[in-house]
């Protein structure tokens, strides 16, 4: 006879592999998210996560700051540097992917990008070739 564990163990088990695949379908979606928008797949956030956490722990072997606390310190530190990775990668990745392929929808990402930058280009042409109209208000 099959020897069967305690109900509450049952439950826990179950509630952890419902979490443990919602994780996984969480993550699958975000990915297939940023690849269908974006058409480039980018795995650097987990990186950049371990990256952070032995910034943490540098701190607190070395200063004493203590973990929560340092997270003053390593959110702003953090958030630079996938700016700056930002800025420096993805951009130049969309950018390639615009002269190489045409793509209309590359250069409607070029252009939300650079009018998130706050650099707008009324001389930018249209998906069709044609340059769109200036409105100078």
Same mark, same amino acid.
């Given at each position: 006879?099959? /020897? ?5 163990? +049952? +439950?826990?088990?179950?509630?952890? @592999? #419902? ?5 996984? !379908?969480? #993550?699958? *979606? ?12 980018? +795995?650097?956030? !987990?990186?950049?996560?371990? &990256? ?16 929560? &606390?340092?997270? *003053?310190? *390593?959110?702003? *530190? ?13 951009? #130049?990745? &969309?950018?390639? #992917? ?7 929808? $590359?250069?409607?990402?070029? $252009? ?5 930058? @706050?650099?707008? /280009?009324?001389? $930018?042409?249209?998906?069709? !070739? =044609? =340059? +769109?109209?200036?409105? /100078?208000?």
């Amino acid at each position: 006879m099959i /020897d069967l564990p305690p109900p509450q163990i +049952l +439950l826990q088990l179950s509630l952890n @592999g #419902a979490l443990g695949g919602a994780m996984y !379908g969480v #993550a699958a *979606v975000g990915l297939s998210l940023i690849f269908g928008t974006m058409r480039l797949i980018f +795995l650097a956030q !987990g990186a950049m996560i371990i &990256l952070a956490a032995y910034f943490v722990r540098g701190l607190f072997q070395n200063f004493g700051i203590d973990p929560f &606390l340092s997270l *003053v310190i *390593v959110v702003p *530190v953090g958030l630079a540097a996938g700016f700056d990775k930002n800025a420096e990668v993805v951009d #130049a990745m &969309l950018n390639q #992917a615009f002269t190489e392929t045409g793509d209309e929808f $590359a250069e409607v990402r070029v $252009a939300q990008r650079g009018s998130a930058d @706050g650099q707008h /280009d009324t001389d $930018a042409p249209a998906a069709d !070739g =044609k =340059k +769109l109209p200036r409105s /100078d208000g």
